[in-house]
């Protein structure tokens, strides 16, 4: 077994560590930089609960290993909001429109659903499902959150005409 | 879209859009979760599992394990058996013990053998490897109906046999109404094994502190009486237990009793001395956790009427519950609650038999057993009207219970107490556009695409009176389902409630509050709901049966009562009037004579927590209150025929989808899709909605894609996301669902319970738009999921069939 | 489901990769995307000595349009080439192929080369290469070969590379001249995206009066490696591809290949079912092809 030092960003921080080989980057997460917001459900790449954007664009965390990610830039769940205590409006969306009951899934389907927003502000319902097909959910059956999606899409429209995208803590 | 529904806008929030305050936490990823939990020096688990069926355990070999690096321990079943008591089972079965590790024998194929403990769960795995077991092999026994046939190997030798249960039950005169109706039909149908399958597997942490004599537990958990069975498990008291019910649990849907794991991992701390973690991986979950569903067989017989009323049905039932016994079996029990579903049939017959075989345990699913015994209902229906060349609508709406008929007691004795059945169907098939379906559906089979429209009425029974406990098990004399809540006003005015249970997507906390909010005539946003631990909290019976919003519900608000009630009397005394001569206005007590004169919350606070002297004689002071509310109509128990009152309350769903088959390949397209819902008052109609599209994604699951699939030797084929196939959201279709409202009479609202909604249904309905589509061709099929594979193979022997 | 130890090396070269699979003797793996081999190692169904990393290798990352072909580098995201303009104007079939592949999040992360390499009987991107003729290039002990697409896959998870050999790039001929050019690809699965029961893809040609002059068609999921339909391609050559020429060409279409059978399908089933999505592949191609749109 090796051990490896590693140096990355995550969620705009810059995180240095000494990982064994076999840890996953979603184990490093959340057992080594204790960003437990990130989910673990069944570690062979089926279920997107363990989705972070890495270098901007939504992956497995459970596919990859820690050593692999060293010089990348990570965003997790925690990472989303503009200022802790605060939501943007893709998460003030969820809440809108009750995309979630468990939340287990939820920080996969953010992040999905930012990888989707970054590339187009007019998805179709089949691109919101298509960006969405690889995280499964047990409670939703995912009308809500293609709504919150869909509202986000619209909300952010309109912002860019106005400025801005934060919504605050209330 | 859902259609919004205003109960003549008489509630201030009840029944209002709100957002549910739980979704906060979870979308900035501050959900707290079992595998989050992180105390310092815990230890982690991994477990050794059997490869074979059925094989007798000869020796189990540690001594590597041991040597490896960061192992502290290995434990197996022999020294289980002696350090702890044997797991609850429902039934009376003394002989078919189960404890949290094999004991002598390994029973299926992933059965929990041993368990490795060490400083990682990666050390663990390792050492796991590394523990030689030596294993007889025995041949496995693993279809239910020939489990039962004489000679069939014995899953628990000391019980004798592979039966668990068997009992016959007849309401009304069967053998009559099958003697004299004008036709009789019968048929098998089948469910195959499925689950609820959360995203988040079962997980919990136990620690030991000897200084306090108290066991701690975080777990993912949904179960009633878990701090009871374990401290009865551990041989310790039961207030040396505290499970902390604040815990975040990412989906259960029934199944997360995790009872077994939690015993292990309680043992482990009191021996190690430190804290424990099992979190079952995915692969642990899906074979050794123990939480598969329902496995059914159903004979089905059924008596009617040349006009199409249905006089009576006999119903086999034979569940296949697996190697080990926990509460499955009673899922058998539930259903006679509907045994006849929303329809006016005088007479059924109920075969309820339990089997064992070298399978992975079930455990409680969503339902109960109530959506495998809709879908046997609505099957029967359906056939019944192709039978007689009649519409299936036009059947339905003849036998359907009528509003006028409410409250309507079945043959088995409970007792439906509101609906309006009708309405609900009809406001179903309007927002469905039935007629453009029926036309869409003939201009697909004209162009040589199988297409059908498929119907379910279906019941939701609400409210967990599990009367069923004692019905199948005589020697279990348990009546009581009751919960409890506690509210209080503190020195700010601020409310808090506690619960004292876990939560898993439901919304309870938002329930509460709008409950108490609605009766103290304050923003439930400011009311603050907690989930106590189980030392302090209140005994609860934990969301099962559907039954959080009315026993919770009706919990809360009788705490709010009496706080009102005592608000009013401080306010009347010191205002110099009696109680009836003020009124309570959003939280002020005003003298109705004039009201000018009145007292603020705030001032009313004041006095209660800190002006005795103002107190009306014989007032407690403080504002707290706890309300104890037991099942409405419960009580009793079932009499020597089996005729009971179970679920106090009645939800009713009609569902209507279009389905079209590709003519070679057999996939199922699931079009247009619109359910009717009546669950009464909704008490958060955003909550209930959702529970409603996500129990119609399970159950186009378990009708079209998943299954535990086990192969003649006994092994699982489907054990792991890659096989066990969850729907995503491209199987499942746009969902309108339209709301109806027949309040119910027993609860402080009018609400009905709701968490089962759509997966009582769905399945039902999606068989018969498949059936709808076969039927054309001749052909017909009553198993469930009916895969790719399956619908192919028919409708290829179809097509062959055209000369 | 942790894996089992391993010793971990990031390659900065093809040579230094292929250096590193040498030494492993047999006990190295190499490691692109990982969607397929990571689930492999943490339910231990796989157990290298040493995982070699050539993620960050510059000379497997890119997209080369030459003179009759477009090359893809073996690290090449299954997302770029999805976006890759290069690839939906020179080799149209894979760019179709490629939407039906996993996920957004799998193909974020999953390499074209790594789909080959692992050679899943039901994956796309074999099926798309094999129908398109491409050549695999491999490196092994400094030394460069290239392995022609029908020689590649030998059977399920097993292809024609060497122990230290290291698949490169994969090189895909442009059709030229041949006419109006359609593609189809056709998959049937439980769930959008699972693994294919059975796919079907075809590329043909049509000349301006509407005959097909060119076709090249395969079969995938329902064998032990996809397979080329030579058989019906040339029966199909020079007609309009009407439903009558199909049904003729298509009845012995999986005479001599031996039919997969397992819990999502029978032998039977995808046998009968092979051909239904042949036929709609070709109808499909032969659609675009029609409207111009490749």
Known sequence: ???????LTVNGARREAEVPSRLTLVD????????TGTHVGCEHGVCGACSILLDGRPVRACLMFAVQADGAEITTVEGLAPEPGTLDLLQDSFWETHALQCGFCTPGMLIAARGLLAETLTPSDEEIREAIGGNLCRCTGYK????????????????NAAGGDRVDAD | MSTPIEPGGKFRYIARKRRTKEDRRFIVGAGRYAADIALPGTLHVALVASPYPFARILSIDP????????VKAVVTGDELERATGPLMSGLDIPKVKRYPLAVGLARYAGEWIAAVVAESRALAEDAAELVEVAYEPLAPVVDPEAALEPGAPAVHPDHGSNLLYRRKFVFGPVEEDFARAAHRLSFRARWNRSSTVPIETFGVTASWNPATQLLDVWASIQMPKFPDQIARALRIPGNAVRVHFDVDVGGSYGVKRGIKHSVLAGYLARKLGRPIRLIEDRLENMRGGDAHGPDRIFDMSVAFEENGIIRSLRIRAL?????HVGRAPLQLGKPIGAIVGPYRIGSVEYEAISVTTNKTPEEAVRGFGQSPTNFALETAVDRVARHLGMDRIALRRLNLIRHDEFPYTIPSGSTYDSGDYHAVLEKALAAAGYDELVRRRDAARAAGRPAGIGISCCLEPSGG?????PLLNPKNETTTWMEVCGVKVDLNGAIVATMGTSSSGQGHETLAATAIGEILERDPDTIRVVHSDSLTALPSNSPVGSRMAIMLGGAAAGAAEKIKAAMIRIGAHNLGAAPDAVDYSGGDVVLRADPAKHLTWDRIVEIAHRKFHRLPPGLEPGLQAMHVWEVPTGGAMPGPDGRVQMYPCYAFEAHVVYAELDPVTGQVRLGRYAVGHDCGTMINPDIVHGMTYGGIAHGIGAALYERFHYDAAGQLLSGSFMDYLIPTAHEVPEIEIVDHCTPSPLTTFGQKGSGEAGYLGAPAAIASAVNDALAPLGAQIATLPMTLSALGEILAAAHAAIP | MKAANFDYARAATIDEACRLLASAKGDGKIIAGGQTLVPLLVMRLARPALLIDINRVAELQGIEVEEGAVTVKACTRQAVALGSAEIRAKAPLLAKALGFVGHVQTRNRGTVGGSLANADPSAEIG????????????????SRRTIPIAEFFRGPMTTALEEDECLTAIRFPVWRGAGRIGTGFQELSPRRSDFALAAAAAQLALDDKGVCRRLSVGVGGIAGSPFRAERVAQRLVGTRLEAGDLAAALADLTDGIEIMSDIHGSADYRRRVAAALVARAIDEAKRYASAGKG
């Open chain 1, 1 to 7: 077994m090796s051990e490896h030092k590693i140096a």
């Open chain 1, 28 to 35: 490093f997460l959340r057992d080594v930089l204790a960003l």
């Open chain 1, 144 to 159: 809500q959150i293609v709504d919150a999606i869909k509202l986000a899409a619209e909300r952010m429209r309109q912002s």
């Open chain 2, 63 to 70: 001594r590597a394990a041991l040597a490896a690096p960061g």
């Open chain 2, 319 to 323: 569940d296949d519950v697996g190697a």
């Open chain 2, 465 to 469: 009176n599990a009367a069923f406990e």
């Open chain 3, 127 to 142: 099926l798309a290469s094999l129908v398109l003729e491409a050549e695999i290039v491999a490196w092994r002990k400094g």
